[in-house]
């Protein structure tokens, strides 16, 4: 007998996350190579991990530390946001990675009665973050089709006219999943549209030193901006789950309020983390930029790869790690696909139902060096060309 009726609705409710459904596809493909996830191929600076192995043995790294980060990378953080970001009006909050940040601004900053925006194709762990605090009016805009960009007109429109005015806006930027960048007018048009609402814009900038093509990434800074940020992709600490959030200083009860949440989650991000991101924000943004750089190699290698889905069909990519493809209009179950590209040609990507925008499919180059994207991309063409010319044959 199973516990579905003692279970949470909240729970319940919830959306089953992609990435565990992908990981169990993937071990159960013999051979298989992921374009999946959204991971870079590098580790973490060898000299900060260095610093790290010193002084895994002191106490201090075994205690509690500040709810809010260790007070010298929030200082690092701080005059990096500052440089880099353009922020002079926020204060800081170190959490267990972007997600954790994102929930603990959601729980924050909505009531479960509250409605919320987001623009299709979303980033997935954000929209089940509000179905599991109980945030299940969540109103999806559209993009423009051939950008990919929010739509600020639907979004002017319907904070006019929706009542109450929902209370958070998010955007992703460069976006996750699909690569597009939001130009630095547009970006300040949705917080103008946002503020004189009345409601709060959320900036996920996780990819912000994944720039291509010579865009440069920008930050909005105002009392109703609250900005995250991650050193997953940036330093390749993906497990060491360090994230950060921005939110205007001079608001002490939001400030108030985030620590409660902070202490009733991980009550700080893991101290030796903490202290492996100020040693690599020690390296300087360089250090990032020079292992971004090669990525293009492998946009370019998957670009081509896509290319059986035929003109048009690619959108994204001026920044973050992904590709978004339309599939062919006769391959409405993007997931079936996604499930016969893995058992047939061992490649494994992203279906896009799982960012609301079903016929689609997310790709992600970052977490494979030259060599085996370029294998990954050959499967993933072979694969492609085969679903074009002869459909899913088993």
């Known amino acids: 007998m199973g516990s579905h009726g003692m279970l949470a609705r909240r729970a319940l409710l919830t959306e089953n996350p992609v990435?565990?459904?992908?990981?169990?596809?993937?071990?159960?493909?013999?051979?298989?190579?992921?374009?999946?996830?959204?991971?870079?191929?590098?580790?973490?600076?060898?000299?900060?991990?260095?610093?790290?192995?010193?002084?895994?043995?002191?106490?201090?790294?075994?205690?509690?530390?500040?709810?809010?980060?260790?007070?010298?990378?929030?200082?690092?953080?701080?005059?990096?946001?500052?440089?880099?970001?353009?922020?002079?009006?926020?204060s800081v909050m170190v959490t267990a990675?972007?997600?954790?940040?994102?929930?603990?601004?959601?729980?924050?900053?909505?009531?479960?009665?509250?409605?919320?925006?987001?623009?299709?194709?979303?980033?997935?762990?954000?929209?089940?973050?509000?179905?599991?605090?109980?945030?299940?009016?969540?109103?999806?805009?559209?993009?423009?089709?051939?950008?990919?960009?929010?739509?600020?007109?639907?979004?002017?429109?319907?904070?006019?006219?929706?009542?109450?005015t929902p209370k958070l806006v998010t955007v992703v930027n460069p976006g996750n999943p699909s690569g597009t960048y939001i130009p630095e007018p547009l970006l300040k048009r949705i917080s103008d549209i946002c503020k004189s609402t009345g409601c709060w814009l959320v900036v996920d900038n996780t990819y912000e030193y994944f720039m291509y093509d010579g865009h440069k990434h920008v930050c909005v800074e105002d009392t109703h901006v609250v900005n995250i940020f991650s050193f997953?992709?940036?330093?390749?600490?993906?497990?060491?789950?360090?994230?950060?959030?921005?939110?205007?200083s001079e608001d002490e009860e939001l400030k108030d309020q985030l620590l409660k949440v902070q202490d009733n989650i991980p009550i700080c991000a893991?101290?030796?983390?903490?202290?492996?991101?100020?040693?690599?924000?020690?390296?300087?943004?360089?250090?990032?930029?020079?292992?971004?750089?090669?990525?293009?190699?492998?946009?370019?290698?998957?670009?081509?790869?896509?290319?059986?889905?035929?003109?048009?069909?690619?959108r994204g990519g001026e920044g973050a790690i992904y590709l978004w493809a339309k599939l062919p209009e006769e391959y409405p179950d993007d997931f079936e696909v996604v499930r016969w590209l893995a058992r047939k040609h061992r490649i494994v990507i992203i279906p896009g139902s799982s960012s609301g925008c079903p016929g689609y499919v997310r790709i992600s180059y970052g977490g494979l060096a030259a060599d085996g994207c370029r294998v990954a991309s050959e499967r993933l063409r072979d694969g492609l060309e085969e679903l074009v010319k002869k459909g899913m044959v088993e």
């Open 97 to 164: 990675g972007a997600n954790q940040a994102f929930v603990n601004v959601v729980l924050t900053l909505c009531d479960a009665e509250d409605s919320v925006i987001m623009f299709a194709p979303y980033y997935f762990n954000a929209y089940m973050s509000f179905q599991m605090t109980g945030v299940t009016n969540i109103l999806v805009g559209p993009s423009d089709p051939k950008t990919l960009h929010p739509d600020a007109d639907w979004l002017e429109k319907t904070l006019l006219e929706t009542k109450p």
């Open 232 to 248: 997953s992709k940036a330093y390749g600490m993906m497990g060491w789950r360090v994230g950060y959030i921005a939110f205007p």
């Open 19 to 90: 990435m565990v459904e992908i990981q169990e596809l993937i071990r159960g493909v013999k051979d298989s190579i992921s374009l999946a996830q959204g991971v870079v191929y590098w580790q973490p600076p060898k000299q900060a991990l260095q610093k790290v192995q010193e002084i895994v043995g002191e106490p201090s790294v075994s205690r509690y530390g500040a709810d809010e980060g260790l007070p010298e990378l929030r200082k690092a953080i701080l005059e990096k946001m500052r440089q880099e970001n353009k922020l002079h009006k926020s």
């Open 270 to 314: 893991p101290i030796i983390s903490q202290k492996l991101a100020l040693f690599s924000l020690q390296m300087g943004p360089e250090w990032v930029t020079d292992q971004v750089k090669d990525l293009v190699k492998n946009r370019a290698l998957v670009l081509e790869a896509l290319s059986p889905l035929g003109e048009g069909a690619v």
